[in-house]
């Protein structure tokens, strides 16, 4: 386990980047110019324990192909995709649900994500990240993108909320 | 070849789960929401190898994407899909063969394999299990899944039969 | 970061082999002889920031399938396939350009490559290149071919014009 | 390199085994059953070097999947699919061309494969086969099968001609 400097048991609400967070960055594109992407089975078991303690989960994205709305659609959360400023975004919906950026736990991986990343409480970055990314985060994944890291955020959440309980 | 706590020899009835076993955990997810998943062509020489000296072979999963049941068919063994409750699943299929817990092994990596792997007498965990997983596995494969962990069962079950014969 | 034997600020074009470099070197092929190839996402931050500071890029590959098209235009980027002669196509480009091969950035991985990677200014072999091509390289990228290695030379070129501003 | 026990200047025709020699032994498989491997770009420039200089290839494989043909149509290299006994096949094959097993180079990773490389003078395995198959190889790739492997023994057999013309 990395060194975290933030509490996660203040956590009311978990948003991602799509791309390289609940996948390894990759795209695998056909000749058709048919997009998929390589996620992680066990981030849905991470993802449905922090539901059951109420903190909600949204995802945040540049990308404009379909596929980051199909793979939210299975984990049952709610997504913006080719979203061109993310931190406006993350705004609305902290505005949206009463919330305030202390409340928040943003994880991200890359230069687009450094406005939201600064503006929460809980920054994280993934293992691997853009060197820029993994200054400002309070906490560094052990595992990478689409090989855990989702899950293990999802983990260190529900464990701290558990703790306070 | 890892340190191996349980006598393989014993084995009656092989229970697999299906991602993060047969598989390296991910799942790759196109545009239309459509899911495929990667598995270790090897892995069906193992398991044909045990079905000859009448080891038979059966996966219990929690997904309901037909994936899982496509890959089964393939190699020719029977499946469970769309498992909310494993153990209460396992518990029937042990009863239908008039087989008992001590005459099974079952190969695991997440927390919805607990109750099983607890319940058997023959529990293995994949490599890079879930923690809690591999703290009540007998034995943890070299290989992971989707990359010979389940060949690796296959092997030890065949040569752990072949010895006592 | 490697040891970088060329100035990066004078780069005005940046042309680049498509297989091993944009990707990992592979190719999934389905049972229709279909092709896929697996990319990195962040590839196009890094060309972006290029673009909007002058440098354009194009990509010359001797692949027929049309998944290198594809890439290229959802990336908008210019690109030659099917290419027999890379160095005669390279010229062309040169010289409809107006450049000079001083001017150029190649990043290749393999044999057929080795002419224009001698014929430039800055020849640069991504990690993992056939031996003749990391001979001749002044650079080799840290990061694989389809994990990094593109943004990682658009990012070197976008530092070095920057610093000389 | 590793240890060479063999003169690759002897190779007249070279046979390979498909999955875990052409490609990672993964097979990806669909919702629909639908299967794909993982091949190397980089295979069919060493392939085209070896035919110019006289060597035939041609893969013999188990599986039944059309992926197996599909790809060595690509590659413009012969093939037998479905093959239940590879040892026969192989003879079959060596009479045919009138050769005699001392001229054959067979690359091969698993259990399957072991007829035939106890047959012929140039048994290869890729690294990670099977331990039987291991032993009695006279070499083993540095490359992995998929990543690099056909390559690599089709570069010892092209310089082995080469150095003793």
Redesign the interface.
């Known amino acids: 386990m990395g060194k975290i400097r933030t509490d996660f048991s203040g956590v009311k609400l978990l948003v991602l980047d799509f791309?390289?967070v609940f996948?390894d960055?990759?795209?695998?594109?056909?000749?058709?110019?048919?997009?998929?992407?390589?996620?992680?089975?066990?981030d849905g078991?991470g993802l449905s324990r922090i539901k059951e303690i109420g903190v909600k989960t949204i995802v945040i994205s540049s990308?404009v192909?379909?596929?980051v709305r199909?793979?939210c659609?299975?984990l049952g959360i709610d997504c913006i995709t080719g979203c061109k400023d993310k931190l406006s975004a993350l705004k609305k919906v902290i505005c949206e649900q009463g919330l305030s950026p202390r409340d928040i736990c943003f994880v991200g991986?890359?230069?687009?994500d450094l406005g939201c990343l600064k503006y929460v409480g809980h920054p994280v970055a993934v293992k691997d990240s853009?060197e820029e990314v993994l200054k400002v985060a309070k906490y560094t994944t052990q595992r990478e993108g689409?090989?855990g890291a989702v899950r293990e955020v999802c983990d260190l959440i529900y464990k701290a909320h558990k703790k306070t309980q």
């Open positions: 791309d390289g996948t960055n990759r795209v695998y594109v056909d000749q058709d110019g048919r997009e998929m992407v390589s996620c992680w089975r066990s078991v990308e192909n379909p596929v199909k793979r659609t299975k991986n890359d230069l687009p853009a689409g090989s």
